[in-house]
């Protein structure tokens, strides 16, 4: 037989062997879904003046990082002027109120280019959600939550992703600050209990590790179903969260995944790189693959953007959810 023929014949024997081979197969962006790039952020309060020098460096943070979806926690007034009109502009659209007037709040950010946006909000914290500066007693701070509805304009994949920021501590004790947490945490999961079971990406300074003596503490056990919350009718729930940096396929080292920039600051008397995160990216299992959970230190030419190391995940997730 000739060799131009022979040639021919294997060309067209192995490709069929690779198309077979593949077949069945999902791939991501495909049938089995989308790639979805999300970062964590607590980029530090600041006024004008404190907040200039560190533009330059979260622009490039978030260029080098290429996310789809962000969620930042105490962005001032200042900090929000500067990431409207220099940081995130163009293919970015922000939403999100402030926590009190003239205060800070809890924006997210989404490439428009890429989701539309269904829904949004911001709800506070308190026995009262709608009503705007609201909080529980005994709060250092009012808190808020801001939440976003977004359907994928290439798989009509439908999710939504709320972003919040728990109080830091109680103005009496630690207990208080934990008893304050928890109810915080109880409004902003009947918020998500409302959704319909829709995909939920939860991100946030929750100010509290997940464990303590090998014990995982309520707030983490509520969020992550290890404990139910009660509803508003007196029914109980439990949720299906998931913590990304303990199942992403690829994920940080068990000594270095603190969340704040003085852990790993060998001069700081709180040096400590394995401390326990306060910062989190959780999941609704079975909706998203975790593929990647990072974390960044938020310096860039000798500047420090935030006192707060950027958490950087990426997902997958499923096709199929789309709005009906």
Same mark, same amino acid.
């Given at each position: ?5 022979? *040639?021919?014949? #294997? ?6 062997? @690779?198309?077979?081979? #593949? ?5 991501? %962006? ?10 964590? $952020? ?32 105490? /962005?001032?007034? +200042? ?9 995130? =502009? ?7 109120? !402030? ?64 972003? *919040? ?11 208080? +600050? ?10 902003? #999961?009947? $918020? ?11 991100? %946030?300074?929750?100010?509290? =590790? @997940? ?10 056990? @509520? ?15 439990? @949720? ?17 995944? +603190? ?9 700081? *008397? ?9 910062? !989190?990216?959780?999941?609704?299992? &079975? ?5 990647? !959970? =990072?974390?960044?230190?938020?310096? /860039?030419? &000798? ?8 958490? !950087?995940?990426?997902?997958i997730i499923a096709a199929g959810q789309a709005e009906n």
């Amino acid at each position: 037989m000739n060799r131009k023929i022979l *040639t021919a014949l #294997l060309i067209l024997s192995l490709a069929a062997g @690779m198309a077979a081979g #593949l077949s069945g197969c999902s791939l991501p %962006g495909e049938s089995g879904g989308e790639k979805l790039k999300i970062m964590q $952020f607590n980029i530090k309060v600041g006024n004008e003046e404190s907040v200039a020098p560190r533009v330059a460096g979260l622009k490039r943070l978030i260029k080098e990082h290429d996310p789809d979806v962000i969620g930042f926690q105490e /962005v001032s007034s +200042a900090w929000r002027d500067q990431i409207d009109s220099k940081i995130l =502009t163009g293919k970015w659209t922000g939403v999100g109120e !402030y926590r009190n007037y003239g205060e800070e709040g809890t924006p997210i950010y989404f490439r428009s280019d890429k989701y539309e946006l269904l829904d949004s909000g911001t709800f506070w914290l308190s026995p009262t959600p709608d009503v705007y500066g609201s909080a529980f007693p005994d709060v250092n701070c009012v808190r808020i939550a801001t939440w976003v509805k977004l359907q994928s304009k290439k798989t009509g994949s439908v999710f939504v992703h709320v972003n *919040t920021h728990l109080d830091h501590n109680g103005k009496n004790d630690n207990d208080t +600050a934990k008893a304050i947490r928890i109810s915080q945490a109880e409004v902003l #999961l009947r $918020f998500v209990n409302s959704l319909g079971g829709l995909p939920v990406l939860l991100t %946030g300074d929750m100010n509290q =590790t @997940m464990s303590t003596g090998g014990k995982n503490y309520k707030l983490y056990k @509520m969020i992550t179903g290890e404990a139910e919350i009660e509803l508003e009718d007196g029914t109980k729930a439990a @949720m299906r969260f998931a913590n990304t940096r303990l199942n992403a396929e690829k994920t940080v080292d068990e000594d270095k995944i +603190a969340s704040m920039t003085r852990y790993f600051d060998e001069n700081d *008397t709180k040096y400590d790189p394995a401390h326990q995160p306060i910062d !989190y990216v959780f999941y609704t299992e &079975g909706d998203f693959t975790p593929l990647l !959970y =990072t974390t960044f230190m938020p310096v /860039v030419d &000798g500047v420090e953007v935030s006192d707060h190391l950027g958490l !950087y995940c990426e997902f997958i997730i499923a096709a199929g959810q789309a709005e009906n």
